[in-house]
């Protein structure tokens, strides 16, 4: 029961630093994608640099640098600012802040085909008919986000979802760190990561029924 019980709580953590992350990926992935496709080079560029970084750093580096560097960071300013005060990172914070800045620059090239693949024609009769840009974005672009985007979005996610793993190294109770506290008091290292395995082929199975329920919402094929 002990260990069932450490178990539910990782579970919900890795649940809610995917979900989190994930939230900040997308928003951020949007933001990166505007950025291409900017006119403006100053825009492009740090668009490119950006997911130039991303791409040559291994996640865990990355992981470890946020949580510690941001840290330092935060506490530098601090001292600057002659306050009597020192921050200590939370794990879960550093965890997604690590991850959604990661797979941001995923979701930028995801939104960016994604906007690519949507017909210019079907946007300037929009514009012809009067049509708001409120009502544009939600009637005409949307879907179709969706439709040529999700496809990728959800890979991303569930690579995203495998990479929560990471936050175990900085302390935060995950059911990958659960299994390592089991497994060394135990010394039964399979069954507790074969727990671990089947707990994210659950939210895997779970993931990809949902999303697939999206793509037939919009006739996605």
């Given at each position: 029961m002990e260990y069932g019980y450490l178990f539910l709580e990782g579970a919900v953590y890795t649940l809610a630093v995917g979900v989190v992350s994930l939230v900040i990926a997308t928003v951020l992935g949007i933001v990166i994608a505007l950025m291409k496709l900017s006119s403006l080079r100053s825009l492009q560029w740090a668009a490119r640099f950006y997911t130039t970084v991303v791409r040559g750093v291994p996640d865990l580096v990355m992981m470890l640098l946020f949580f510690y560097g941001v840290q330092i960071i935060i506490n530098n300013i601090i001292e600057v600012l002659e306050l009597d005060i020192y921050i200590l990172l939370n794990p879960f914070l550093a965890g997604v802040l690590a991850i959604g800045f990661i797979f941001g620059a995923y979701m930028a090239e995801t939104f960016r085909g994604a906007i690519l693949a949507i017909s210019r024609n079907e946007i300037e009769a929009a514009h012809a008919y009067g049509l708001s840009g409120k009502v544009l974005f939600w009637r005409i672009i949307f879907p179709q986000l969706i439709r040529y985007g999700l496809s990728s979005f959800t890979n991303n996610w569930l690579v995203l979802l495998k990479t929560t793993s990471l936050v175990s190294v900085i302390g935060?109770?995950?059911?990958?760190?659960?299994?390592?506290?089991?497994?060394?008091?135990?010394?039964q290292p399979f069954i507790f990561y074969s727990v671990v395995l089947v707990i994210f082929l659950i939210y895997t199975s779970v993931s990809l029924w949902g999303l697939n329920v999206l793509k037939k919402r919009y006739h996605f094929s």
């Open positions: 935060l109770n995950d059911m990958v760190r659960m299994a390592n506290v089991a497994a060394s008091s135990t010394k």
